[in-house]
C-alpha cells in the first residue's frame, strides 16, 4: 500500500504543475521517490489516525454535507503530511491538494481491495473496517441465524417479476431458481410508504388515511416523511400495539420512516428528530465517511448520477415522451441522493450489522421509487436503477458469507407504482383548483377557461342561485349542527392518485349534507368529473356513502367488490370500509380514475409514476423468502395489509429464536420500551 501510494505521488507530481515533491534547484529521482515515500507514509497516518477522530467531531452535520467537506478535509489532512516532509521539499497548492488527496484514496481503496480479495480474513478485515466494526462476536454466543429484511422501495410485484424475465436482476433470478418464495401482497387504500413501513415495523397503522393529511382536533397537517409527524405516528402505534416494534430486541434500523423499535439506527427519520447526544440517527453515514476512499467513489458516482439525471430528463423532452413532467431544479441533486449516497450508506450499515452479528435488521432502499416518480415505473432511466439495486442486494449476500452467524435475507417492498399522466397535465387545473371551482371560490383565469374549471364554476354559480331562491325549511327533521357563518377555504392535500377535501372550521367530520348545504355543486362536480373514481364522504342518513359518476350513490356499509369500486380489484370494499373508520379521515376522500386496460391512473401531485391510492400496480407489492422459512400464508390464501405482512415477519424471527414481539401482552396502559421512549 506504502509503495502504491508513493508512485501514485511520483505520478501526480509530474502531471500537476502546482504540486511538487522536489526542492528549488531541483533533485534526483532516488531523492524524489524518498520524498514521495515520506509524503505517503504521513499522509496514510494522518488518514488512519486523525481522520475519524475529525469526522468524529462532524457527527451533527447533515450526511450530504459532509460527504462534500470530506474532500476539502482530506486536501487539508495532504498539506500537513506535505508539510512534514523534510527540507520543505513538498508543496501544493489547496485547490491542487483538494484533487491529490482524492485520487490517493482511491488509489488507495481500490489497491486494499484487490490485495485482500484473494486473503479471505484480510477481506472480512477490511470489511470490518469499512463498517466501522472492529470484530465479530463470538460464534458460540449467537449460534441462530439473523434475518435481514431489505425493503426495495416502490418496487411492485410486476415490475419485480418482468426485471428477473429482462436479465436486469440475476441475483434475485438465482434466489427464485434456488427455490425462494415470491408472494404478492395487497396493501390498504393508502398505499405509500408512511402507511405501509408504519405496519410492517409497528404492527398498526391505524388512522393513517394518506400520506398527508389535516388534522382538525390539533390544527395541523401530518406529512408521512416529516420528523415530527414520524415521530408522532410511531408513538401513536406504540400505544396502541403495546410493544416497541419488529427490531424493539437487538435490531437495526437504516434507511426507514420508523426505528421499529431498534436500538441501532442510520438515516431514519423518528431519530432524526432527537437533539443531543443520543441521536444516533447518523451513526450509519459516519462510520462510512470514516474512510475517505468511501467518500470519494460516493462524490464521483453521484457526480455522475446529476449527469445522467439531466441526460436522461433531455432525451425525453427532446422526443417528446408523454407522459412528461418537470424534473429540473435541485431534483436532479434529490434523485442522486436516493440512488447513491443514500444507497451506499444504507448497504454500508447493513453489511456492518451483519458482521456485528445483530439479530434483526430493516434497511430501505428509496433509488427505485425515487426515480419511477418522475420517469414512470418502466423504462430504460428504472431499469438501470433496478440493475444497481439488484447488485447492492448480491454485495450483502456475499458480506453475510462472512458473517459471524448464518443470515436469512428477506426482500420486500412497501407497495407498487401505478403510471399515468398527472390530473392537471391531463386537464389543465390542478384537483385544488377543481375544488375552488366547484365551492365557488376564485381561481386563476387560466383555470376559469379549461372544460373542468368552466363547468364547475358555472355548476356552483346555478346552485347558488337555485339555493337563494329555495324556502328555508324547518321543523324537527331539521337537525343538523350549526355551521360557521363565514366558511374557510378547503384544505386540499394529494398523496398521489389520493386527495383529501376538509374543512378547517367545522371541527367535526362533515356529511354530505352539510357539504351540499354549504356547497351545493362540490361534491357533484367531483363525482362527475372524468379523472376521479370515486369519493368517500359521511352521510347524516346512511352513515357514509361513495359517491361515483352517473349519480352512483351507495352506502359504504353496503359496498361490494362488484359494486361501484369493481374496477379497482378485489379487496377495494373492504379497503374503504376500513379508512372511513379512522378518526382523522377527511371530509372528502377523493381516489383518481382507474383504467384497468391501460393499468394508469392520474396522480393529483406532479408524477407519473405514483402511488397512495387504489387502481393498478401500486397496490401490489411483493415478499420474496428463503425456502427454509415457513410460508407467508397458506396456499390460495392472499397476504392482505401492512399488519399483516408484520404478523408474519414477527413469525419468522420467532422461527429462529429471534426477538419476541410483544415483549409482554398488551394491557390497557402499555409500557413503552426504552428505545422507542428515546424516539419520543
Excluded at 134 to 156: C, E, H, I, K, W
Excluded at 342 to 368: C, H, S
Excluded at 397 to 405: C, I, Q
Excluded at 610 to 622: I, K
Amino acid at each position: 500500500m506504502w509503495a502504491v501510494s508513493t508512485v501514485t505521488l511520483l505520478a501526480l507530481a509530474g502531471l500537476l504543475p502546482d504540486f511538487q515533491l522536489q526542492s528549488a534547484d531541483g533533485d534526483s529521482l532516488t531523492r524524489t521517490a524518498l520524498t514521495a515515500a515520506w509524503a505517503a507514509g504521513a499522509f496514510g497516518l494522518l488518514t488512519a489516525l486523525v481522520w475519524p477522530l475529525v469526522v468524529r467531531a462532524l457527527l451533527l452535520v447533515p450526511a450530504l454535507v459532509l460527504g462534500l467537506l470530506v474532500f476539502f478535509l482530506n486536501g487539508s489532512l495532504l498539506l500537513v503530511a506535505l508539510r512534514l516532509v523534510p527540507d520543505g521539499r513538498g508543496a501544493a497548492e489547496p485547490e491542487t491538494a483538494v484533487v491529490v488527496a482524492a485520487v490517493m484514496s482511491a488509489v488507495a481503496s481500490a489497491t486494499s481491495t484487490a490485495l485482500a480479495v484473494r486473503d479471505d480474513d484480510a477481506y472480512r478485515r477490511r470489511l470490518y473496517r469499512l463498517t466501522g466494526r472492529t470484530r465479530p462476536r463470538d460464534p458460540r454466543s449467537a449460534p441462530a441465524p439473523g434475518t435481514v429484511f431489505l425493503q426495495l422501495d416502490g418496487v411492485g410485484h410486476e415490475v419485480l417479476r418482468a426485471a428477473v424475465a429482462d436479465g436486469l436482476m440475476p441475483t434475485v433470478a438465482g434466489w427464485l431458481d434456488a427455490g425462494h418464495r415470491l408472494t404478492p401482497w395487497r396493501t390498504d387504500w393508502s398505499s405509500q410508504t408512511g402507511a405501509s413501513q408504519l405496519g410492517i415495523l409497528h404492527g398498526s397503522n391505524e388512522d393513517v388515511p394518506a400520506f398527508r393529511w389535516y388534522e382538525k382536533d390539533t390544527g395541523r397537517v401530518m406529512v408521512s416523511n416529516r420528523p415530527a409527524s414520524a415521530v408522532e405516528l410511531q408513538r401513536r402505534a406504540v400505544r396502541r400495539t403495546g410493544d416497541g416494534g419488529l427490531l424493539s430486541l437487538d435490531g437495526a434500523s437504516r434507511g426507514n420512516l420508523f426505528s421499529g423499535g431498534a436500538d441501532q439506527v442510520a438515516l431514519v427519520l423518528t431519530a432524526a428528530a432527537r437533539r443531543g447526544r443520543r441521536n444516533r440517527s447518523r451513526a450509519g453515514y459516519f462510520a462510512y465517511f470514516s474512510d475517505p476512499a468511501n467518500a470519494v467513489r460516493t462524490a464521483g458516482s453521484f457526480a455522475g448520477e446529476v449527469v445522467r439525471e439531466v441526460a436522461q430528463a433531455t432525451r425525453a423532452r427532446l422526443r417528446r415522451e408523454t407522459p412528461r413532467i418537470r424534473r429540473g431544479g435541485t431534483y436532479p441533486f434529490v434523485r442522486a441522493f436516493a440512488t447513491v449516497v443514500e444507497r451506499d450508506v444504507v448497504v454500508a450499515a447493513v453489511m456492518g450489522d451483519m458482521l456485528a452479528g445483530r439479530t434483526a435488521v430493516y434497511a430501505d432502499l428509496v433509488a427505485y421509487d425515487e426515480v419511477a416518480h418522475h420517469s414512470g415505473p418502466r423504462g430504460r432511466d428504472t431499469d438501470q436503477v433496478l440493475r444497481r439495486l439488484d447488485r447492492a442486494v448480491g454485495l450483502i449476500a456475499r458480506v453475510a458469507e462472512h458473517a459471524p452467524r448464518p443470515y436469512r435475507i428477506v426482500l420486500l417492498s412497501d407497495h407498487g407504482q401505478s403510471p399515468g399522466e398527472t390530473f392537471a397535465g391531463a386537464y389543465g387545473l390542478t384537483l385544488k383548483d377543481l375544488v375552488r371551482a366547484g365551492c365557488g371560490l376564485p381561481v386563476p383565469r387560466r383555470v376559469g377557461r379549461t372544460p373542468s374549471g368552466a363547468e364547475a364554476r358555472d355548476a356552483a354559480r346555478d346552485a347558488l342561485r337555485s339555493a337563494l331562491h329555495r324556502p328555508v325549511e324547518t321543523g324537527e327533521e331539521e337537525t343538523e349542527r350549526e355551521l360557521p357563518a363565514r366558511p374557510s377555504e378547503p384544505v386540499v392535500l394529494a398523496s398521489g392518485n389520493l386527495a383529501l377535501v376538509s374543512f378547517p372550521d367545522v371541527p367535526h367530520r362533515m356529511t354530505k349534507e352539510e357539504i351540499d348545504r354549504r356547497h351545493p355543486a362540490l361534491l357533484r362536480t367531483l363525482a362527475q368529473h372524468p379523472g376521479i373514481g370515486f369519493l368517500l364522504v359521511a352521510s347524516a342518513e346512511h352513515g357514509s356513502v361513495v359517491l361515483a359518476g352517473d349519480g352512483v350513490e351507495v352506502p359504504v356499509a353496503e359496498l361490494a367488490d362488484d359494486g361501484p369500486l369493481a374496477v379497482f380489484g378485489r379487496g377495494a370494499a373492504g379497503a374503504v370500509r376500513r379508512t372511513d373508520g379512522f378518526p382523522h379521515v377527511a371530509d372528502v376522500m377523493v381516489n383518481s380514475m382507474y383504467d384497468p386496460v391501460t393499468g394508469t391512473v392520474h396522480a393529483f401531485e406532479e408524477q407519473i409514476g405514483s402511488h397512495g391510492g387504489l387502481g393498478g400496480e401500486q397496490a401490489h407489492p411483493f415478499l420474496l423468502s428463503p425456502p427454509e422459512l415457513s410460508p407467508p400464508v397458506a396456499e390460495g390464501e392472499e397476504l392482505v395489509g401492512a399488519e399483516r405482512v408484520h404478523r408474519v415477519l414477527r413469525r419468522w424471527l420467532r422461527e429462529a429464536d429471534g426477538p419476541q414481539v410483544p415483549l409482554e401482552p398488551p394491557t390497557d396502559t402499555p409500557e413503552i420500551p426504552s428505545s422507542t421512549t428515546e424516539v419520543e
